[in-house]
Every structure is written in structure tokens, then in C-alpha cells.
């Protein structure tokens, strides 16, 4: 029964380096999304995945970022030859397929803060 | 395409005061509008959507199609209200949020 989870929930790193972060939804569901926090800043979208339709990839900001999902399950959102500017709160929520309309809550994780040195 | 705007990067109200956060959308279907909530070293989550027609913590918010508003709203502010709202949008894709409103309470 437990909700969206995130790892790691820190994560330090030097520049240049690979990091990779995990994402669990909330079982059963369909839909996934990660999201990029910068401090004091609002959401920004980055991949979307529904079900077995391809991904949508519209808002990763360039080819260093690319994320995997394996079916509907876990995803991992990795982040290759990272730059300081890549520093931030990295969200991933999932939300259910739309069986009723207006009801898509979206269901948050915790984040995995990143820090580039 | 859809679009969510919230004007406002931050609003301060004092406690006891009305409180108004505004969202302006862009949509040319039927939308389906929530606001979410992030307080202080808590999680994103679901404050209301507007196809339930709920008040929660005392905020209400209405769908004016007319003006692609869905403007949220307490007569009283709170200091527990302080928190990032993001207004969001479901279109026949996928959940869009904007870009949020920092509402800080002075007590």
C-alpha cells in the first residue's frame, strides 16, 4: 500500500559523472511522469510515459537526459556527463489509467535531490 | 495546445485576509482543472479539481469557461496556508501544470 518511492533520496555527484534515478509507482498504475525541481522554482516537465505507447520525451533538455520504464513499472531517468545546472529535486509521480473523468490524481514521490559539484 | 498560466511567481497576503491565486488556461476541449499543493518538506500532492466541486482547507475554485479561469480562492488566509500551489490542466494527454505560486502568509 505504500505510495510513489524515489532512490536514492540524495544523491552527490561530480561533474562529468553518470547518475541514474530510480522511480517506483504506485502499483497498477499506468501513467508516469518525472518532473525537474530547481530551488525555489516551479515543475518542469521532462518524460512522460502511458502505458505501452511511446514515450513522451518533449520536455528533457537535451540528449544527456533520457529515461527507461520497464513495462508498468519501475523507471529510471538518467542524467549522463552531468553539469552543475542538472542540480535540483528530480520528481517522478504516477497516476491510473482514466476510468472516470477528473479523476487522474497524480500521486508525487519524495524526489531524489542532486547535487553537482 | 495546452497551457497552463499562473501570473503570480509569489503572492503575500496577511493572515485573515482573502486570498486569491490566479490560472488562466488554454485549451480547445473540455478541461478538466485541478490544484495541487506542496507545503514546506512535504510532497506534491492533490488540493482539489474542479469536477467535484469541493472546498478543501477552505479553498474553493471555479471553472469559468468564458474567461479559461480557475482561479483559486479563501475568504481567510491561514498561516499554515503558506505553500507552492501549481494549477494543472488534463487534457487528452498528459497532466500540465504552471508554473506555480509561492503564497507566503504574514502573520
Known amino acids: 500500500g505504500a505510495g510513489v518511492s524515489q532512490s536514492p533520496s540524495n544523491k552527490v555527484t561530480e561533474k562529468g559523472k553518470d547518475v541514474e534515478l530510480r522511480c517506483d509507482p504506485i502499483?497498477?498504475?499506468?501513467?508516469l511522469y518525472w518532473y525537474r525541481q530547481r530551488l525555489g522554482q516551479g515543475l518542469e516537465f521532462l518524460i512522460y510515459?502511458?502505458?505501452?505507447?511511446?514515450?513522451?520525451k518533449s520536455g528533457l533538455p537535451s540528449d544527456r537526459f533520457s529515461a527507461e520504464r520497464t513495462g508498468e513499472s519501475v523507471s529510471t531517468l538518467t542524467i549522463q556527463r552531468t553539469q552543475q545546472e542538472d542540480s535540483a529535486v528530480y520528481l517522478c509521480?504516477?497516476?491510473?489509467?482514466?476510468?472516470?473523468?477528473?479523476?487522474?490524481?497524480?500521486?508525487f514521490g519524495p524526489g531524489t535531490r542532486l547535487t553537482v559539484l | 495546445a495546452q497551457r497552463v498560466t499562473q501570473p503570480e511567481k509569489l503572492l503575500s497576503v496577511f493572515k485573515g485576509a482573502p486570498v486569491e491565486l490566479k490560472c488562466n488556461y488554454s485549451?480547445?476541449?473540455?478541461?478538466?482543472l485541478f490544484w495541487y499543493v506542496q507545503y514546506s518538506r512535504q510532497r506534491l500532492q492533490l488540493l482539489l479539481r474542479?469536477?467535484s466541486r469541493e472546498s478543501i482547507k477552505g479553498f474553493t475554485a471555479d471553472l469559468n469557461k468564458g474567461e479559461t479561469s480557475f482561479h483559486l480562492k479563501k475568504p481567510f488566509a491561514q498561516e499554515e496556508d503558506s505553500a507552492m500551489y501549481y494549477c494543472?490542466?488534463?487534457?487528452?494527454?498528459?497532466?500540465?501544470f504552471g508554473q506555480g505560486t509561492r503564497l507566503t502568509i504574514n502573520p
Open positions: 509521480a504516477s497516476s491510473s489509467d482514466r476510468p472516470i473523468a477528473g479523476d487522474n490524481e497524480q500521486f
Open positions: 502499483s497498477g498504475h499506468t501513467a
Open positions: 510515459f502511458q502505458g505501452n505507447s511511446a514515450p513522451d
Open positions: 485549451y480547445s476541449g473540455s478541461p478538466e
Open positions: 474542479h469536477i
Open positions: 494543472a490542466l488534463q487534457g487528452a494527454q498528459k497532466l500540465v
